[in-house]
């Protein structure tokens, strides 16, 4: 089993909508959850990162974290067709010297006009 | 500010050939990782290192490669007797140390994608 699971996608919502990108994790000792986006042919582009039970909001996007379920999703709304991209979810573990992320296979998604 | 940055951004090499990789972190960052991703997969974690120090490793990692960061600012990534199974995009991402134990973001540089032929 893979620390960080995400469905490959493709997702595929008419522009304005809302997309929704789910991810869940195996290891219970996670604490940090990031959302990166990727273009195709380019690395990846930290979105938002989430610590705490609950929702986060930035403009458009909004990060939900349920540790209980060990389940993290990323909200898209409006959205727009430069949204077409790899969603990639990653989760690190805590500690002062652990460092690296563990990433899932990505979600991709399209928004038609 | 200046983002990560990594040289060259394409490498094309013959199998057995040794390739070297550049990376310059975000300047305020003491973190410097590097990753590997293949196509239609996430970054896959190689290593990385806090100022000089190189504190941790993956298996992935084999003794085919090694990575440096001498002087706590820029690192290379060697891969020595390359193999068809090299070929990928090898990210390096720098971030600032962990905040009361909790991964914090890390930034990618826009990547090296090497091809061995």
């Known amino acids: 089993q893979k620390e960080v699971e995400q469905n490959s996608g493709p997702l595929s919502v008419p522009e304005g909508a809302i997309a929704s990108l789910n991810c869940t994790y195996s290891d219970r000792g996670s604490q940090s959850f990031f959302w990166y986006r990727q273009y195709s042919g380019k690395s990846p582009e930290l979105i938002m990162f989430?610590?705490?039970?609950g929702d986060k909001e930035d403009g458009r996007f909004t990060a939900q974290l349920n540790k209980a379920s060990q389940y993290v999703s990323l909200l898209i709304r409006d959205s727009q067709p430069s949204d077409s991209a790899t969603y990639l979810c990653a989760a690190g573990r805590r500690g002062s010297t652990l460092g690296r992320l563990y990433f899932g296979r990505g979600t991709q998604l399209t928004v038609w006009p | 500010d200046t983002g990560v940055s990594q040289d060259p951004r394409h490498k094309i090499t013959k199998r057995g050939q040794n390739v070297t990789f550049r990376c310059d972190p975000i300047s305020e960052h003491n973190r410097l990782y590097w990753y590997r991703q293949t196509l239609g997969q996430g970054p896959e974690f190689l290593t990385y290192f806090q100022n000089e120090a190189q504190l941790e490793k993956s298996r992935l990692l084999s003794d085919r490669f090694s990575a440096e960061r001498p002087k706590g600012s820029f690192s290379t990534l060697e891969i020595q007797r390359t193999e068809q199974g090299d070929s990928a995009m090898y990210l390096c991402a720098s971030s600032s140390s962990n905040f009361r134990g909790l991964t914090v973001a890390q930034y990618f540089g826009p990547g090296t994608r090497l091809t061995v032929l």
């Open positions: 989430i610590y705490s039970n």
